[in-house]
């Protein structure tokens, strides 16, 4: 079944259990309960944040030594179990109902932040990547949260034009250069509040290095937006 039937068709049965009934997004109750919610974390990377009840808008020590291009970043999930087995089915497998129902459910979930928002745009992959997978599951993602937020996807408001797979041997400050260097904005994003959606924000450098760009172009602010996080 092809991505734009999914995005119509009602999900029948748990993606997780395979049971329940009446599935909300397609996770049933059970389920959608055991997701792991990321809670506590910093406000401008959504690393987890030691459970020390932090306050609203706490960060991380990095961030506050050296704040990051996002003014915010938010995930719906842990990178934990299973949420990282269905965002693996997605992204590998080709499971699509597995990545509509996650973002269906993150949408839900981190559903207070769509009034900060203008507009998404999804963190692209190299052709190379693109070509490989045969879809961008940032976009497929970014597609599903701007249904239910009512906002506008740039599906091509940012271009990779360079692979930043290779640069193991550079360091931090040089990764981010390369890395920023890496994205093109190809769309008019001046004045506007862009949500910067990915699956998983892993280092926080790809979505550091794509905010950068996009505000080198004129956005007044990028807020980062992903199903999860690795701690
Ligand atoms: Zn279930
Ligand atoms: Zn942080």
């Not at 995005?7 to 993606?15: D, E, G, K, N, Q």
């Not at 919610?37 to 506050?64: D, F, K, R, Y």
Request: proline share 7%; aromatic share 6%.
């Amino acid at each position: 079944m092809v991505y734009s039937d999914w995005r119509h068709s009602r999900i029948l049965r748990c993606v997780l259990c395979g049971g329940g009934a009446e599935p909300h997004f397609g996770f049933c109750a059970g389920c959608a309960r055991d997701l792991p919610l990321l809670e506590g974390a910093c406000h401008t990377c959504a690393m987890p944040l030691p459970p020390v009840i932090p306050s609203p808008g706490a960060q991380c020590p990095n961030c506050l030594s050296r704040p990051p291009a996002q003014v915010a970043a938010h995930c719906a999930w842990h990178y934990g179990f299973p949420v990282n087995q269905l965002i693996q089915r997605f992204k590998y497998e080709g499971d699509l109902a597995a990545g509509h129902s996650l973002a269906s459910l993150a949408a839900e979930t981190l559903a207070h932040m769509a009034g900060s928002l203008d507009l998404l745009i999804p963190v692209p992959l190299h052709w190379r990547r693109y070509w490989q997978r045969g879809f961008n599951q940032a976009q497929l993602v970014a597609d599903t949260i701007g249904k239910a937020w009512h906002l506008p996807v740039l599906p091509r408001g940012l271009r990779k034009c360079r692979s930043s797979d290779h640069q193991q041997s550079l360091d931090r400050r040089q990764r981010l250069r390369n890395l920023t260097d890496s994205f093109a904005v190809s769309r008019d994003v001046r004045e506007c509040r862009v949500g910067l959606v990915d699956d998983v924000i892993t280092t926080g450098a790809t979505v550091e290095a794509a905010a950068s760009a996009l505000l080198a172009a004129g956005a007044s602010q990028v807020i980062a937006v992903a199903l999860a996080r690795t701690p």
